[in-house]
């Protein structure tokens, strides 16, 4: 009792909390089972939006799921060498790279996918330069508005995020663990798989679901790079709410896919827990 | 260890580093360029996209915007998120943990479905005109879990003895916090401070849903890229980098980055 | 109750510090356990005891840094059982000094002055006395962080007399520092008590320290007080077998009182011992026991064979084996021995009959 008389301090940070995100959702949550009659949302209890989302949807769907999984996967691998390598293999320069990472953390969402959307566009740097060789006599036009272009930025975008967790975890891995791993007579892969990996699989299940929620739940970058082939469902909830006000088919297809994500994350936790007893 | 392995880990190291540095080297290479198209070659070294930039009045009002929304953001999220983290760094870990979870769920949200659910609850539930105030709201919730566990993890090894110090040499607890706590973490508070000042200058979908009018310097970029590849944009986004990539620079050298 | 005029005659004799049926709790441990204890002016008390004890919970509730589960705490005649450690006359050295990294040492030490709005002169005055106390002058304007471990101890000293408390409290005040420090300390902070004299009270798990420092000691068991007098009579008369063998080095030997006769396992009758019947325990300090030769007349004599010997100089150090299979040790000083003796000898070993203690085996 004492301890929460004490505590009123917190309460401006939970009132925030409370007001500006339990409620909000809550209510979005209710108006997910509200019905849509004409051009008005009225409030109701049907499934309506959950019904339409699954059968107009589901293909856009697990194509989001697809691509998530994938840059997750992507991400997380990277980041995993790269923070090996910042760890245990650039010695002093360690720092200066986790640095570099952290800087680029925070910089510019926008710019990002606008610096991807000039470099693999028709007349863009990637393609003036590959003319510029002559490896190529005209511009790739498969370089952008696909899976690929998609997944590429979204893997720029979230390897800081990803490597910092993992990061933070090999903090705690002592080199000699590895020097008594290569006295046992094990070799680099032995080491790296055997002795590094399951010392940091929770910055590893941090890292991918980080990476694979934020790539998920991402719309701008599938809008300006994705074309027909990389839509995501970010891109089709959110029209939902600015150009076709059915509140209930987006409110459907937002908790909707929380949960399908919710679900890969666990599935990914307890195969990266069981995987390697 | 030997040295084809070596090298093959540095350059797998630079590798990384090019790719996740190279695209925003170029934005600013190219916002200094004479050809109007991002590609080589990129002509001569000019300042005309910014002069161009400068003149223009949305420019101007989208920057005021983003230094408005993020300016009360900074001073309250992080006014809240210390007073917060410092109460939950004194709690016994049964009771803080969950709380500190809680507090960070924003953030592990997809910023879109936050967005529309503000939109909705602020248009519908609170009848609330849609204003930079609202936007100002959106960005503290998404901004205050990184100023708490910033200040949260100093605390780790915060000497609790020079409170009790303080408090034995007649210092009640507001002077206690003034004289003693703050000067101590006072860098650990000010890189927090940059932090949220980042997260709000660079925070877009938040702002581009409940903003109803107006423009702040993330979705003045949006409309450009949406509309035309205009070279102008090389020139906004470097300032935006320039923002919050210097934000962030100076508050981990400030706060000597634990992360 | 007694009225305030009562109150102010018997302010004399009465002590400054008063612990009444004190206790606290965390959860379910109970670390001080009802405690009553009166601190007069000018003590120096120590409370002694082994670590977990709840020594420095006690302390901590004296200062304020606690509140008590029960009970009531009285400084000067004043009741300040719910007073925070703001507003009770007391300061308090802390275990690890509790020095500001952001102030000077002089800072440090002015920081109590300035929220008290002592005047600028008076403050610099004190400030400068106790400086000169503690013997900091060279180092006054340095940051903390700059100090070794004893000059920081002197800092958070003179930080906590500058404020002139009624009882000046010290956690461990020692323990942090190496042996040779610790001494020149012990001297210190006797010069110190008898130069302002004042009234300190201090923790410590080190009995040798309490003895060293304090004219009262305080001895703590498992949240209670078990023994408290002057250092002399707790050393010479312990009241307990936890006390024995805390402060100093004792033999135990046990063994059975019937009819105020003690039987001894070891096969000894002492005669003319008043006390309940039941099981015994005989406590005698090594110092105290001698080797015996044929002739000599002691009180108490028994035999046993060494079964090992130390050459300490000043003394020499004999583990002897009783029949009972009890050990004791001997402590006897070189220049007491007659003869050479060695390992897997027979002797006779005895004592004084006052020097052993004869107590209830709880």
Known sequence: MRELIKSWKTVPSLAVLAGLFVAPLSLLFVVSFWSKKLFRVVPDFVFDGYQKALVSYWDVGLNTLAIAISTGIITTTIAFFFAFFIRFKAGRYGDILLFISLVTLFGGYLVKIYAWKSILGLE???????IGLGIVSEPLGALLYNRGSVATALTHFLLPIAVLPIVASMRNIQDITLEAGRDLGAGPVRI???????????GIIAAFAFSFLIAAGDYITPLFLGGTDGAMIGMFIASQFSIRFDWPLGSAMAFLTMFSCLTVVLIARLAIVRGRK | MNRSSEWGWWGFGTLVVVFMTTPLILVVLFSFGESALTNFPMGGITGKWYDELFANREFWKAFRNSLTIAGVV???STGIGTMAALTLARMRPTLSQPLLIALCLPVMMPPLVIAIALLVYYVRWVGVELSLFTVILGHLLVTQPFVILIVYARMATFNYELIDSARDLGANSWITFLTVTLPIIRSTVIGAALIALAVSLDEFLITFFTISGGNTLPT????????????????????????????????????RYRA | MVNDRGNQLNQK???LVRLRDLSKSFGRVEAVKSINLDIKSRDFLAILGPSGCGKTTLLRLIGGFAEPSNGTIEIGGNDVTRLGPERRPTNMVFQGYGLFPHMTVRENIAYGLKIQKVSQSEREQRVDDVIGLVRLEELADRGTGELSGGQQQRAALARAIVMRPQVLLLDEPLAALDLKLRQAMQEELRRIHNEIGGTF?????DQGEALALSNRIAVMDEGNIVQEGGPEDIYASPESRFVSTFIGEANILSGRRQNSVVT????????????????????????????????SQVDVRTEGTIVDKVYLGAYVRFQIQLSSDEFITANVPTLNLSKEYFSGDRIAVGWAGKDHRILMDS
């Open chain 1, 124 to 130: 863009g740097i990637l393609n003036t330069a590959l």
């Open chain 1, 192 to 202: 790296l798989l055997g002795v590094v990996l399951p010392q940091c699989r929770a």
């Open chain 2, 74 to 76: 900074v001073v309250v």
């Open chain 2, 220 to 255: 003045f970029v949006f409309g450009k890229i949406r509309t035309e590849m205009d070279p102008t944009i090389n020139a906004i986004a470097t300032i935006l980098l320039v923002l919050t990539v210097s934000s962030t620079i100076i508050a981990m050298k400030v706060s």
């Open chain 3, 13 to 15: 004799d009465s002590p």
């Open chain 3, 201 to 205: 009270v201090f923790v410590t798990h």
């Open chain 3, 264 to 295: 001894l396992a070891a096969g000894l009758d002492l005669p003319s011992s008043s006390g309940p019947d039941g099981a015994v325990i005989l406590v005698i300090r090594p110092e105290a026991v001698q080797i015996l030769s044929d002739n």
